[in-house]
C-alpha cells in the first residue's frame, strides 16, 4: 500500500508578506494592477516550487487568492450584489476590491458611484481568526460563471511544470454561508451547481485529475436542508471529470459522517487532529475504494508533531489501505515557515513548526510508512526528543503554577456581595453623573506613535526618548479628555501594540514572534503569541502607566487589562493540556493585576473580553461547557476586589443575543458593548433577557466612516431608557478608538458627551 503527502492550501501572503505590500500599495496608487499580478503569480509560483521541493505528492492550486477564497468563490458563481453596478463578463479586479473593500465614490453629481458602496459583511471562517466576505444573494438574482480562476491558476501551476489539485470551496459551505435578501440562499443550489459543474468540465479540459472540494460545514449541526444539499451536489459532481476529493476540517464528522461516507466522492478528507477518535469509525465505514485522506499534522497551531506515537497509530491502517497524508486543514491558519524567526529561545523553537516544518513532518511520516521508520530515523529521534523535553522542561512546567491553580477555591470566582450592594457602594464612592461617559480604552495610534514605536523597537531611540514620548501622548489624551468633559477617562494605551501582545510579552509562558504573520483579512496579518508553558505574572504589568495616568487628574482613570479568555483566544495555545486549565493560569495572573491596580488607587478596571464568543465551539452542544469555564475564567480575574472597586468589561465583534446568560454570569459590574450592527435587537435582547447590571450599549459605531450627530446618539439613548433602567445606563463608543483619527474622534466625542448631558437635562 502506498502513503502519498497532500497539503490543502499554503499560507497567500509570502514569507515576508510580499502580497500585502503588494496589496496596499496597489491599492494606494502606487503600483498598478499588471504590477499586482505580477506579485501574485511570483508568489504562487514560489509556493508551488516550495511545495514540490518539501515532497507534497498532491500539490493544490487555486487556494491563492488575492483578498479571499470566500469572496473568490462569490466572483466565480457571479455573485455580485447590484450595488456594484457590474454588468461585465467577467468579474474585473476593481470590483471584487470594491465587494471586498467598498468604494469612497466619486462625488460627482448624477453618477451612480457618487456616493460610494459599502463592502460585503466580513466575519469569522468558522472558529478561526480569519474573516471572509460573506456572499450576498438577493431574490431575483441570476448566477453564471464569472471568474475562470479556478482554470487559469491550474494551467498556470501546469507551464511552470506542476502537477496540482485544484481546490474549490463547496456549494454547501459556500451557500451556508451567504446571507439571503428576501430568498433563502439554498434557493439558489442548482444555480450555483450548474456553474461548478461548468467549472468542473473545465478543469478536466485542462488535465486535471482531481479536485479538492472543501466542505467544513459537514463538521456542523446541520439542518435537513443542507443535508439533502450535500446529496444532490456530490451526486451531480460524481458524473463530472475530474476525481472528487472532498475536504472536511476544523473537528469531527460526527453525526455527518454516515452522510459523507455515502457520497459517490473518490476521496474523503478528515480532520484527526480535532477528531482522533473518527479515524477508527472511518476506516470500518469507509468502503475501500475510498480514498482516505488523514489530517494528522495540526494545520491550526504552531506544535510539532510527535512523529512516532503519529506512526503508531497509522502504521496499522496504511498496511490495508492506500492513505494521503495532510494537515488537518489548509495551512492557511499557521505562520509559513519558522526559519525567518530567529530570536526565539533554541528549546521553544525545537518544540514548533510552520507551514515549511509542517510540510517536512508530513514527507517524512510518508517515508516511514512506505518504506520503514529506519529510513527516517535520524528525524525520528529529533522528533521524540523535542516530544519529551515537552514533557518535562521546567519552561512549561512551573509546580507554583501549578500548587497555586490546586489552591484555588470556588469563593475566589466570586465577588464580596451581590452586584446591588456593590453597586450601591460605588455609586457613593464615584460619584458620577446619571449616563455616565468614557470611551473603551484606546485612542488614536497615529503615525507619530507607530513610528516612534517602530524607532524604539529597531533600537533607534533610547528607552527614556521613548517613554517621555508615550508620557507626553498620554498626558495630551487626559488632558483632552477633560475638555471635553468625560467622566471616566482611560489613559490611551499608546504603549501598547497589541491587546494580547502587551501581555503576553509580560507573562511567563507566552513567546512572541517577529515574523510569525497569519492571515486576518485581506491584506492584514496578526502575529498571534505562542503560549507554550505555564502561565504566571513575574511583576506588575501595567500599575505604572495607571499611576501615571492618574496622577494627571482628579477623574477616575480606568485601569484596562485584556481578559483571560480573550488573550487564550487569540493565542497559539499549547495542546498538551485542556485548553480550561491553561485559561485558568491566565485568570490568575490577571486576578493579580487586578488586586494591584486596585491597591494602586484604582477605582475602576476594565477587563476586556473582546473575544470571549468567538470562542464558542462550533457545535452546539459543546457551548455549554465552553461557557462554564469562560465565564468562571473571568470571574476569577475579576474577583479579588472590594466590592467599592468597579469592574468593566468590554465584547465587541460578535452576535450575543444566544450567550446573554453567560454575559450576565460574568458579572461585571457594567458592560460596555458592541452595537453597531443592529443596536435595537442588541438592547431589546438585553432589556427581554433583564440584564441586571450596568450596561453602556455602544452609542458610536467606531467602524463607520463618518460622524454621529447629538441626536442620533439622544435618539439612541432614549432608546435604551425605554427598554433598560436609565439608572444603569452609561454612554460610550462602541469599541477602541485606536484604528480611527483624531479628526473623527474629537468631534464624535464631543458630540457624544453632549447627548448624555441632553440625557441628563431631560432626566431632572
Ligand atoms: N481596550 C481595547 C481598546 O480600546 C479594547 C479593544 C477591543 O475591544 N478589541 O482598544
Ligand atoms: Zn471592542
Not at 468558522?126 to 431575483?140: C, I, K, Q, S, W
Not at 514527507?363 to 529506519?374: E, Q, V
Not at 523597537?457 to 495630551?476: K, P, V
Not at 452609561?730 to 464624535?748: F, H, Q, S
Request: charged fraction near 25%; charge should be negative; hydrophobic fraction near 45%.
Amino acid at each position: 500500500m502506498t502513503v502519498t503527502v497532500a497539503t490543502l492550501g499554503f499560507p497567500r501572503i509570502g514569507p515576508r508578506r510580499e502580497l500585502k505590500f503588494a496589496l496596499e500599495s496597489f491599492w494606494a496608487g502606487r503600483s498598478g494592477e499588471a504590477e499586482l499580478i505580477e506579485a501574485a503569480s511570483a508568489l504562487r509560483a514560489a509556493a508551488w516550487a516550495r511545495q514540490n521541493a518539501l515532497g507534497v505528492d498532491h500539490i493544490p492550486s487555486g487556494d491563492f487568492s488575492f483578498y479571499d477564497h470566500v469572496l473568490d468563490t462569490s466572483a466565480m458563481l457571479g455573485a455580485v450584489p447590484d450595488r456594484y453596478g457590474w454588468n461585465a463578463e467577467s468579474v474585473d479586479l476593481a470590483t471584487y476590491f470594491a465587494m471586498a473593500r467598498g468604494t469612497q465614490g466619486d462625488g460627482a453629481a448624477g453618477s451612480s458611484r457618487a456616493a460610494g458602496h459599502t463592502a460585503q459583511e466580513m466575519t469569522k471562517w468558522f472558529d478561526t481568526n480569519y474573516h471572509y466576505m460573506v456572499p450576498e444573494l438577493a431574490a431575483g438574482q441570476t448566477l453564471r460563471l464569472a471568474s475562470t480562476k479556478a482554470v487559469d491558476a491550474y494551467r498556470e501551476a501546469k507551464a511552470l511544470g506542476f502537477e496540482t489539485r485544484p481546490v474549490l470551496l463547496g456549494p454547501v459551505t459556500w451557500l451556508s454561508l451567504a446571507k439571503g435578501q428576501g430568498a433563502d440562499p439554498f434557493d439558489f443550489l442548482d444555480d450555483a451547481l450548474v456553474i461548478y459543474c461548468q467549472v468542473l468540465d473545465r478543469l478536466r479540459e485542462a488535465g486535471a485529475a482531481w479536485v479538492q472540494i472543501d466542505e467544513p460545514v459537514l463538521v456542523l449541526d446541520l439542518d435537513a436542508r443542507q443535508r439533502a444539499a450535500v446529496t444532490r451536489a456530490y451526486a451531480r459532481f460524481a458524473r463530472r471529470g475530474p476525481k472528487v476529493m472532498l475536504a472536511t476540517y476544523f473537528g469531527g464528522l460526527g453525526d455527518n459522517l454516515a452522510l459523507a461516507t455515502s457520497l459517490p466522492v473518490a476521496g474523503l478528507h478528515v480532520d484527526l487532529v480535532r477528531a482522533p477518535e473518527q479515524l477508527a469509525r472511518i476506516v470500518k465505514s469507509a468502503s475501500k475504494d475510498l480514498c482516505l485522506s488523514l489530517g494528522v499534522i495540526d494545520g491550526r497551531n504552531v506544535w510539532r508533531a510527535d512523529l512516532e506515537s503519529l506512526l503508531d497509530r497509522l502504521e496499522p491502517v496504511s498496511k490495508v489501505r492506500d492513505l494521503i497524508l495532510a494537515p488537518s486543514c489548509s495551512l492557511l491558519h499557521t505562520p509559513i515557515d519558522l526559519g525567518l524567526e530567529r530570536d526565539l529561545e533554541p528549546e521553544i523553537a525545537q518544540w514548533l513548526a510552520c507551514a515549511v516544518q509542517k510540510v517536512e513532518e508530513l514527507a517524512i511520516l510518508k517515508a516511514a510508512l512506505n518504506n520503514g521508520r529506519h529510513i527516517v530515523a535520524e528525524a525520528l529521534d529529533a522528533s521524540s526528543k523535542a516530544a519529551a523535553t515537552r514533557r518535562s522542561s521546567v519552561r512549561i512546567h512551573d509546580a507554583a503554577v501549578a500548587a497555586r491553580l490546586a489552591a484555588a477555591t470556588p469563593d475566589m470566582a466570586s465577588r464580596r456581595s451581590p452586584f446591588p450592594a456593590r453597586a450601591a457602594r460605588q455609586k457613593d464612592r464615584l460619584a458620577l453623573p446619571d449616563f455616565p461617559t468614557t470611551t473603551i480604552g484606546s485612542f488614536p495610534q497615529t503615525e507619530a506613535v507607530r513610528s516612534a514605536r517602530a524607532r524604539f523597537n529597531r533600537g533607534e531611540i533610547s528607552d527614556d526618548a521613548y517613554l517621555d514620548f508615550l508620557r507626553d501622548e498620554t498626558r495630551q489624551a487626559i488632558r483632552w479628555q477633560e475638555e471635553v468633559g468625560l467622566d471616566v477617562l482611560v489613559h490611551g494605551e499608546f504603549e501598547r501594540n497589541d491587546m494580547v501582545q502587551y501581555f503576553g510579552e509580560r507573562l511567563s509562558g507566552f513567546a512572541c514572534t517577529k515574523n510569525a504573520w497569519v492571515q486576518s483579512y485581506g491584506s492584514r496579518c496578526v502575529r498571534p503569541p505562542i503560549l507554550y508553558g505555564d502561565v504566571s505574572r513575574p511583576k506588575a504589568m501595567t500599575v505604572d502607566w495607571w499611576r501615571f495616568a492618574q496622577d494627571q487628574t482628579d477623574r477616575p482613570m480606568k485601569g484596562m487589562l485584556t481578559g483571560p479568555v480573550t488573550i487564550l483566544n487569540w493565542s497559539f495555545v499549547r495542546d498538551d493540556q485542556p485548553r480550561e486549565e491553561t485559561c485558568r493560569q491566565i485568570a490568575l495572573a490577571i486576578r493579580d493585576e487586578v488586586v494591584d491596580l486596585e491597591a494602586a488607587g484604582a477605582k475602576v478596571i476594565q477587563i476586556d473580553e473582546a473575544a470571549l464568543r468567538e470562542g464558542l465551539p462550533l457545535r452546539r452542544r459543546d457551548w455549554a461547557h465552553y461557557l462554564d469555564w469562560a465565564v468562571e475564567c473571568f470571574r476569577l480575574a475579576a474577583s479579588g476586589v472590594a466590592d467599592e472597586t468597579q469592574i468593566h468589561t468590554h465584547m465587541c465583534y460578535s452576535e450575543f443575543n444566544d450567550i446573554l446568560p453567560s454575559i450576565g454570569a460574568m458579572d461585571a459590574d457594567v458592560i460596555s458593548i458592541e452595537t453597531a450592527r443592529s443596536r435595537m435587537e442588541l438592547i431589546q435582547a438585553f432589556a427581554d433577557y433583564e440584564y441586571p447590571n450596568e450596561i453602556g450599549p455602544g452609542v458610536y459605531d467606531i467602524h463607520a466612516p463618518r460622524i454621529p450627530h447629538p441626536e442620533e446618539m439622544t435618539a439612541l439613548l432614549k432608546l435604551a431608557c425605554a427598554h433598560l433602567p436609565a439608572e444603569r445606563l452609561w454612554v460610550n463608543p462602541d469599541c477602541g478608538l485606536k484604528t480611527r483619527k483624531w479628526e473623527d474622534v474629537r468631534p464624535a466625542l464631543v458630540n457624544m458627551v453632549a447627548a448624555a448631558h441632553a440625557l441628563r437635562q431631560a432626566g431632572s
